[in-house]
């Protein structure tokens, strides 16, 4: 339990808290739904030892905020939840990425705990994250002296690492609304129906044009060590037909893929079989609504 | 019984309502004294240790700390236990399981404390571990407390006919090993407790506490005081579900040791963390089971060995795994049986009572047994229950013949299969072959043929189980309960038994007792704060035996004083020797003359008279008696019966099963509330679901993987679809006009029904409990290597 | 030590306070509302729910600076004196509290939805009240408390 004090600072405005940042510390640490960063403080979690000063973003008005921008949905990177499930041009243009922040938490954690907040650590199961990767989504990151957009997939690169440097702040993340002739799924499994950490979770995004597949986007969570896209797996699919045994096919193939990619752990025993299995449902779900 | 009731059996709003809907009920923790500190607890992570020193040396002068307490401050009995003494209030010689306490810091700031408790420096040498119970009796195993001679706690056994000739006798036999996990029992409040010390006059503690007669007999002893010098105070209870006695006494007296050091009231409270750690839990239970049965299955013998997991104390596990000896072959009528039931010492967490006190255990091995013979004959669930089910006169497995009350088992099990439509919803769901596919794990990429069609995914399934429970303690105790009623002279009344509410509505159920049986309403009584100054010892509240022997008492009081009020009315109002004077609706009728008087006033008239109108009623059960020698005799005075039918539907692709419906038909006697009977029902299907499903503490060297919330899953909002309570009241002749128990009923036959749905559903037998996700697909268990928190797994 | 101000059970406040102690805890220590519990101090169980800015937050995860200017309301802000709210006169005909340890979490949790959702399907009652775990009830009777409040609000 924390009994040394730590300081907390409000920005008002970007500016402000860019200039905070920039002679920031280990020790400064930004704080948003503070879903993770409260429990870590309190248990002392390895990551937060050492920090002395918070910054809470939530009152800072440019990183709010969901807005069409040049064909891109960009959603403000301390946009919660509930208010991302609340917007109807998510719901309408981006499907997965509605059901991905319904399946979070519980409604008090959705109330509180941000898009930006669920990536930046990270974790193998953050939910949004197959997700937006599939919708290729670009995050932007501002200092003081620079501003930078970036692909998800380049921010992220290994288990609880990122690009983002210490004075830097996420702002906005950015998703291109996908043409109407994309259709796809998230699929979540957790042991419980809520509040339910994910064993598993998929998304696929794909674009089929008489029975052939023009474009598919895979990402998985949970079963790779960070969330990831599987392009071998996408690569291999385009330009085949669509049918039963393609599907099953691919399943196996996601099979394979996962086990070069994470290789056999205590979990593997369950989770390769499974997320063949739900992946082939997947596909075939996916198939049917679009028929 | 039929009696017409006015306020037994009606849906009656509980008397503590009020004050927890507005967060004005005060929990152990909301309560603060002037010059409070806080205790800490200084704990290793090991299982098993011999502790070589403690040094204080770096902190000991800090001045946040007001006080060390180690087991050298313990004036009285340093080690403690509900039936042995094997459990030391501190741990200064040996660490028996990663819960325990080897001293503790007092001071005002418990963050504070909390970051000085890393300092002190523990000089340990790790023991060997016995972690699996089926080893703890092995000739080379290491010792957990030597002076018990043997890793043994307790060991009791049935014996009925022969049975070895039973089985000749058999056309079949079938032999099943079946497991259970170790359960938290998850009430949402944490333990706490508060010692303010009272000078001369000993100490008073306010807590989170089950049973305040055992806390007080045990504070007192460790705190070498005469019981009258010890004064606990119930808090209000957070849920207990039978979780909060040994912890919470032991919590009681290491807070009044240092009160009495510090001589400031000292609280402690346990984090969730904390109290997974150390709070005992449920038995996890090694059931094997053989049966030889005829072609008409008839069961002809049944031979029982299990072996329950004690963990590192012996706590309440003589008494809970007597019960399951009692009851293990299940609630049907066996020429030959011989049941044997180990209690063993491990450095497991320990365990004791919890909500079905030994009978969630043997009743998931035995019904799903019975469904397998069932299946192995090619007859229904239903038939090899009626064919076996204990009736009117049976004679039970330990010899003794059911009387004197309803034995309506079999009533309860054909309503549950005709409200559920079970016989049909059975046979169209059965699957011959097991549907779940079979994996190879040095070939894991799926082959065609295991992709599972899209509409065969989810597979549904029907299932059912049955249960006999003996009432209250049987013959594991004296079995007695005592009420205060006090009548003031407008007509309201003061009531308070020795018997603790524990979440579960026992106050309101006494206030409606004692209502019916004055004629007024359960508003016009006030029950008072549980304080063992002021009332006679009742027991525990364990065993669902606080409706049956506290509801007793409170009648007889009330019968006392009501019997005083009729003398009185019959002098004052000059009725006849053989006029019949009776109270309803807070009137006094005469049957000749009708209504006499208004309640108020015969009770003001009482008081002018001097009559004494205040009394303390008891009840004392029937005997009952039992030779452990022999493992023969009436265990129980009486019985309740239950039946309870699941439909789930299963995913075969991920081993998600969902409880679409239970439907649970229990006999409790007469229904004294109606709304706190339903909700007993919900709530213990509820439990019921969760220890079929994902619940289960596990752990790696000895240490817990599970120690809050994000890893120890319990059944949320959205985790079972439809729960529907049927009741069928019994008569019976004993506790306030036959109401026996309900509470743990609920609880012991989810599980089993559940496995027996999943089962219809698939196919497949599953023997170990929880059917998780993996259980279901590869028909075992995984757990990671390393202890991990939260997302980082 | 900072001193904030903020709207608490609809009264302007204002204390002086570590700035990083839990909200939860400078409910229960600095303003003695003990309605609000700690089940669990990680988010899982709900018990120490309250209102802000009329959404239903977990205090155990809010650190007290971060309630600035804003608006909370706790179990006790619910009744009007000893006059109960629709939502909690129906938890009570329904049976809905046993040990009621879970109890205020519920009823603000449930508060909540009804406040933005009048008439809500079982689903979206169950979903809302998901983050409260209850270990006595098997929640039945506490959606149809939520259930037979909205009707009521919605003959009104
Ligand atoms: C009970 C419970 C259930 C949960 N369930 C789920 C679930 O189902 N699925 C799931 O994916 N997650 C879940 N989580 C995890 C967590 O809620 C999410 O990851 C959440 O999105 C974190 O957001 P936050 O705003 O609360 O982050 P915070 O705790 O405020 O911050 C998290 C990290 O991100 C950094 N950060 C935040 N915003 C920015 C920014 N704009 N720029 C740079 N750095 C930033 C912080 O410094 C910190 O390191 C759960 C957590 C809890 C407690
Ligand atoms: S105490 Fe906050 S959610 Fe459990
Ligand atoms: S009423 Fe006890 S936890 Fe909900």
């Given amino acids: 339990m924390r009994s040394t004090t730590i300081e907390i600072l409000f920005p008002r405005n970007l500016s402000e808290a860019l200039s905070i940042f920039s002679d920031a510390k280990e020790n400064l640490k930004i704080i948003a739904g503070g879903t993770d960063v409260v429990t870590g403080i309190q248990q002392e979690s390895k990551r937060f030892i050492d920090t002395e000063v918070l910054v809470d973003i939530n009152r800072i008005p440019e990183i709010k905020g969901i807005e069409v921008r040049k064909k891109k949905i960009s959603v403000g990177a301390a946009e919660t939840f509930s208010d991302i499930l609340r917007n109807n041009l998510i719901q309408n243009e981006l499907p997965l990425l509605w059901k991905a922040c319904s399946s979070i938490g519980s409604v008090q954690i959705r109330n509180r705990a941000t898009i930006a907040g669920n990536f930046v650590n990270n974790a193998p199961c953050a939910d949004t994250v197959p997700v937006l990767l599939v919708y290729n989504a670009t995050v932007e990151i501002e200092s003081l002296s620079s501003k930078r957009e970036i692909s998800l997939q380049e921010f992220l690169q290994g288990p609880y690492k990122t690009q983002l440097n210490v004075n830097e702040i996420v702002t906005r993340i950015n998703i291109p609304i996908p043409s109407k002739t994309f259709v796809g799924d998230f699929y979540k499994l957790g042991r419980r129906r809520a509040v339910s950490i994910s064993r598993i979770t998929l998304a696929v995004l794909m674009d089929m044009r008489g029975g052939i597949i023009d474009e598919i986007r895979i990402a998985s969570g949970a079963v790779t060590p960070i969330g990831a896209r599987l392009t071998g797996l996408e690569k291999f699919a385009e330009g085949k037909e669509v049918n039963d045994r393609f599907f099953k096919t691919l399943a196996s193939k996601m099979g394979e893929e996962i086990i070069k990619i994470t290789g056999l752990r205590w979990s593997s025993e369950y989770k390769l079989p499974v997320v063949q299995q739900m992946f082939y449902q997947l596909l075939k779900s996916i198939e049917q609504r679009s028929l | 019984m039929n009696k017409e009731f006015s306020v037994v059996g009606k849906r009656v709003i509980r008397e503590d309502g009020f004050d927890k809907i507005t967060g004005r009920a005060k929990f152990a923790d909301d309560y603060k004294f002037d010059g409070m500190l806080y205790a800490v607890m200084l704990r290793i992570p090991s299982a098993h240790a011999k502790i070589n020193s403690i040094d204080f040396s770096e902190i000991e002068n800090n001045e946040a700390i007001s006080a060390i307490i180690t087991s050298a401050d313990v004036p009285g009995i340093k080690k403690t236990g509900l039936i042995k003494n094997d459990q030391p209030i501190f741990c200064d010689e040996k660490v028996v399981t990663p819960g325990d306490v080897l001293a503790m810091l007092v001071g005002n700031s418990e963050n504070e ?128 579900f039978g979780g909060k006695d040994d912890t919470m006494c032991i919590l009681s007296a290491r807070a009044a040791v240092a009160a009495l050091k510090a001589n400031c009231p000292v609280k402690i409270r346990y984090t969730r963390e904390e109290s997974i750690l150390e709070s005992y839990k449920r038995h996890p239970y090694i059931m094997n089971y053989k049966v030889g049965f005829s072609n008409s299955g008839k069961i002809i013998a049944m031979k029982i060995n299990i072996i329950a997991d004690g963990g590192a104390y012996a706590s309440m596990s003589p008494f809970v795994t007597w019960r399951s000896v009692v009851q293990a072959t299940g609630p049907y009528e066996i020429e030959n049986v011989h049941t044997e039931v180990r209690a063993v010492y491990t450095n497991n967490p320990y365990t004791g009572a919890m909500r079905g006190f030994g009978s969630p255990q043997p009743i998931f091995a035995n019904e799903s047994l019975m469904d397998e013979i069932a299946i192995h004959l090619g007859i229904s669930p239903v038939e090899i229950r009626k064919v076996n089910a204990l009736k009117n006169g049976s004679i039970t497995a330990t010899g003794q013949k059911l009387e004197n009350h309803d034995v309506n088992l079999i009533q309860v099990l054909d309503k549950a299969i005709y409200a559920a439509d079970f016989q049909n919803k059975w046979r169209a769901n059965k699957k011959e072959k097991p549907l779940t596919k079979e994996f190879d794990f040095n070939n894991p990429v799926l082959q065609d043929y295991q992709y599972v069609e899209p509409d065969k995914l989810i597979q549904k399934g029907i299932g059912l189980a049955v249960s006999y429970r003996g009432c209250s303690l049987g013959a594991e105790g004296i079995d007695t309960a005592s009420a205060y009623l006090s009548i003031q002279n407008d007509g309201t009344v003061y009531l308070l038994s020795g018997l603790a509410e524990n979440g579960q509505g026992m106050r309101t159920t006494f206030a409606i007792i004692a209502a019916e049986a004055l004629g007024i309403l359960p508003e016009q009584i006030f029950y008072l704060e549980t304080d063992t100054s002021r009332i006679p010892d009742s027991g525990p509240t364990v065993a669902s035996r606080s409706t049956l022997m506290g509801g007793g008492a409170v009648r007889n ?176 002749s004993y506790g306030a006009w036959g109401a026996k128990s309900l509470g743990e009923p609920t609880l012991e036959l989810t599980a089993a029904a559940i496995s027996n749905a999943v089962r219809n559903a698939v196919g497949k037998r599953f023997f170990n409990l929880p059917l998780n996700l993996e259980e279901i697909v590869l028909g075992k268990k995984l757990c990671p290597q390393e202890v991990k928190r939260g997302s980082l797994q | 030590m900072i001193t904030l101000k903020f709207i608490l059970n609809g009264k302007e406040v204002s204390i002086t306070t570590e700035p990083h102690i839990r909200l939860l805890d400078l409910l229960r220590d600095k303003f003695d509302l003990t309605g609000t519990k700690e089940g669990c101090g990680v988010g899982e169980c709900g018990a120490c729910t309250v209102l802000m800015n009329g959404r239903a937050v977990n205090s155990c995860l809010a650190l007290a600076a971060q309630v600035e200017g804003y608006e909370i309301v706790t179990i006790e802000g619910i009744s009007n004196g000893d006059v109960l709210s629709p939502l909690q006169k129906n938890f009570l005909l329904h049976g809905a509290v046993q040990c009621g340890f879970c109890t205020p979490g519920m009823v603000l949790s449930a508060a909540a939805l009804l406040d933005q959702t009048p008439n809500p399907t079982e689903e979206e009652i169950k979903d809302a009240i998901a983050g409260n775990l209850c270990r006595c009830t098997g929640y039945k009777q506490i959606v149809d408390a939520i259930k037979e409040t909205a009707k009521e609000l919605q003959v009104k």
Wanted: charged content about 25%; some cysteine; glycine content about 8%.
């Fill in chain 2, 113 to 240: 404390l909390r970051n000085l408790v890393k300092k002190a420096k523990v000089d340990y040498t790790e023991l060997p571990l016995i972690t699996d119970p089926a080893k703890a009796l092995d000739q080379e195993a290491i010792l957990i407390h030597p002076d018990n001679g043997s890793n043994l706690i307790v060991n009791h056994h049935v014996k009925k006919g022969d049975v070895e000739k039973g089985f000749e006798k058999s056309d079949h036999i079938l032999e099943q090993t079946y497991t259970t996990p170790l359960i938290e029992h998850a009430y949402i409040e944490p333990e706490a407790v508060t010692a303010i010390p009272l000078g001369f006059n000993g100490v008073k503690i306010i807590g989170s506490i089950q049973n305040p007669f055992t806390a007080r007999r045990i504070v007192a002893a460790v705190i070498n005081l005469p019981l009258d010098k010890v004064q606990i105070i119930q808090a209000h209870l957070g849920g207990s």
């Fill in chain 2, 557 to 732: 009081a009330a019968e006392i004083l009501s019997g005083r009020l009729k003398k009185i009315v019959k002098e004052e109002f000059k009725l006849s020797e053989e006029d019949v004077v009776s109270f309803r609706e807070n009137l006094v009728f005469s049957r000749k003359k009708g209504l006499t008087a208004k309640f108020s006033e015969v009770c003001k008239l009482a008081y002018s008279l001097g009559i004494n109108l205040a009394t303390i009623g008891y009840y004392k059960s029937p005997s009952v008696h039992w030779d452990e020698k022999s493992g023969h005799g009436d265990a129980y005075f009486t019985y309740v019966y239950g039946c309870q039918v699941a439909e789930v539907s299963v995913n075969i692709g991920t081993g998600e099963v969902y409880v679409n419906k239970i439907t649970a038909v229990h006999d409790p006697g007469t229904v004294i509330n109606k709304l706190g009977a339903e909700g007993q029902v919900y709530g213990g299907v509820t439990q019921g679901a969760g220890y079929a499903l994902f619940e289960g503490i596990t752990t790696e060297k000895g240490l817990i993987r599970e120690l809050n919330f994000d890893q120890y899953l319990i059944p949320t909002s959205k985790d079972i679809d439809v729960i529907k309570p049927v009741f069928v009241e019994g008569k019976d």
